[in-house]
T-cell receptor
Framework: RKEVEQDPGPFNVPEGATVAFNCTYS??????FFWYRQDCRKEPKLLMS???SGNEDGRFTAQLNRASQYISLLIRDSKLSDSATYLC????????????FGKGTKLSVKP | DTAVSQTPKYLVTQMGNDKSIKCEQN?????MYWYKQDSKKFLKIMFS???????INETVPNRFSPKSPDKAHLNLHINSLELGDSAVYFC????????????????FGNGTRLTVT
């Protein structure tokens, strides 16, 4: 099992749609979870952290299920500017806990 | 501007050459990283330094040698470049090692697109 697995997509959705991305991770000792966003030919940027109780930031909602080792990101009312690759990120094993990136899910929002 | 800046943005070179990529951050962060993103878009950590000390060294050929003259700089030197080294190399920084705290996210530079011919 890969350390962090995501559906690569692409997800092609119309503006205004709701879209959900899933991610699974293999290290049950992981404590920190994030979603990063990467635009084409740009650097990744933090979108939001994922807290145990779930959290929301505007149109974005992140959920964590530790028992299933599963993380999700929900985007409501999709905008054209949401088109990007969404990277699921989990801290890895070891005391330094380096971050492990998933390969990303590509989202394309169409007019 | 406060940022992580790396140079050059593009680097095209021939096999066997030696090249360096420079990275500087003015965010006052203690930890810096080098990540490699290959053609399949997989982003993998290579090295991490905390206050000039190496704390993460993943399975990377010893042709790759990081150098941190101070905590604001982390340069990457690559000897005897190979075709498989072609990738985008991202420098990043965070306030704390491993960015394990939620208020310590990674800040990435713009990336250096290395092409080895």
């Amino acid at each position: 099992r890969k350390e962090v697995e995501q559906d690569p997509g692409p997800f092609n959705v119309p503006e205004g749609a709701t879209v959900a991305f899933n991610c699974t991770y293999s290290n049950s000792a992981s404590q920190s979870f994030f979603w990063y966003r990467q635009d084409c030919r740009k650097e990744p940027k933090l979108l939001m952290s994922v807290y145990s109780s779930g959290n929301e930031d505007g149109r974005f909602t992140a959920q964590l299920n530790r028992a299933s080792q599963y993380i999700s990101l929900l985007i409501r009312d999709s905008k054209l500017s949401d088109s990007a690759t969404y990277l699921c990120v989990v801290n890895g094993a070891g005391s330094q806990g380096n971050l492990i990136f998933g390969k990303g899910t590509k989202l394309s929002v169409k007019p | 501007d406060t940022a992580v800046s790396q140079t050059p943005k593009y680097l095209v070179t021939q096999m066997g050459n030696d090249k360096s990529i420079k990275c500087e951050q003015n965010l006052g962060h203690d930890t810096m990283y080098w990540y490699k993103q290959d053609s399949k878009k997989f982003l993998k950590i290579m090295f991490s330094y905390n206050n000039k000390e190496l704390i993460i060294n993943e399975t990377v050929p010893n042709r790759f040698s990081p150098k941190s003259p101070d905590k604001a700089h982390l340069n990457l030197h690559i000897n005897s470049l190979e075709l498989g080294d072609s990738a985008v190399y991202f420098c990043a920084s965070s306030q704390l090692p491993g960015a394990v705290l939620y208020n310590s996210p990674l800040h990435f530079g713009n990336g250096t697109r290395l092409t080895v011919t």
